[in-house]
């Protein structure tokens, strides 16, 4: 909370805009989803624009605080849980939109619908990322197609490789001769924070994507997903086990009562 405070300041200085406000959510933690989503809803007139941003990234065999797979809990459970929180707020908001972060690691992703989240077999954190990140396009597909009239759209995007912390639990930050020797090469290949954002940016305000929903973009162009990540079938299916997962009234999209896996 003190980073996102400072960087909260950081926007209200620049922009001379008082009504920058940081707030406190856990998406590894479904209570809190549900506080922070009662809150935007009671204290927010609008929301306009919703960016499903936050991940992690090939950390180890972690759970969440209600028992998932740490990368299939925050990257995809946790939005897909907020997001439908504060559908009725983004319907009353129209023209609005919800921008999810993806992958390009998506096209390795394979969902595992007999184990989502790695209770039986052997774990592996590259394949649990491109699991999670490939949900959240099918997610993408499924809720554009669920929206269709509502005025609110849905887009996917990859914004490329950011020098943030997400790549702290890859070999590369565990490696000296990484760090050290190939490090500083990789980094100039690596887009600014700031440049990294201009993709959701562009899908946020952009007048000409105003329709467009349920597409996936590569940076600032449009681009077809894995031929996975298109499968109607595959998206229904995901969305209603999501549902049972998050404790949501399938039939409403309200919340229902939590579920929690065995630990």
Avoid at 76 to 92: I, M, R
Avoid at 186 to 195: A, D, G
Avoid at 213 to 219: E, I, M, V, W
Wanted: proline share 4%; hydrophobic share 40%.
């Amino acid at each position: 909370m003190e980073k996102c405070e400072a960087a909260a300041k950081d926007i209200r200085g620049e922009t001379l805009n008082p009504r920058v406000r940081a707030q406190h959510l856990d998406l590894a933690s479904l209570k809190s989803i549900r506080e922070f989503a009662g809150k935007i809803i009671k204290e927010e007139e609008r929301v306009d624009v919703l960016v499903n941003n936050a991940a992690v990234m090939r950390c180890p065999h972690w759970t969440t605080e209600d028992g998932f797979e740490m990368q299939f809990g925050v990257n995809y459970l946790g939005h897909f849980l907020l997001t439908n929180l504060l559908l009725d707020k983004l319907k009353a908001s129209a023209p609005s939109r919800v921008i999810n972060l993806s992958s390009l690691a998506h096209v390795a992703g394979r969902i595992d619908f007999d184990d989502l989240n790695w209770k039986t077999k052997k774990y592996d954190t590259k394949a649990a990322y491109c699991q999670s990140k490939l949900a959240v396009v099918l997610f993408t597909k499924e809720l554009s197609r669920r929206l269709q009239g509502s005025g609110v759209t849905v887009n996917a995007l990859h914004p490329g490789v950011a020098r943030t912390e997400l790549g702290r639990h890859t070999d590369m930050h565990k490696s000296a001769f990484s760090s050290f020797t190939l490090g500083p090469f990789f980094w100039l290949l690596f887009k600014s924070p700031q440049l990294a954002a201009q993709p959701s940016t562009y899908l946020a305000v952009a007048e000409e994507l105003e329709s467009v929903s349920g597409k996936y973009f590569d940076g600032l162009r449009e681009k077809a997903p894995s031929p996975e990540a298109e499968d109607e079938e595959v998206a229904r299916r995901l969305w209603a086990e999501s549902a049972h997962l998050v404790g949501l009234d399938m039939a409403h999209g309200s919340p229902g009562r939590g579920h929690s896996l065995p630990r």
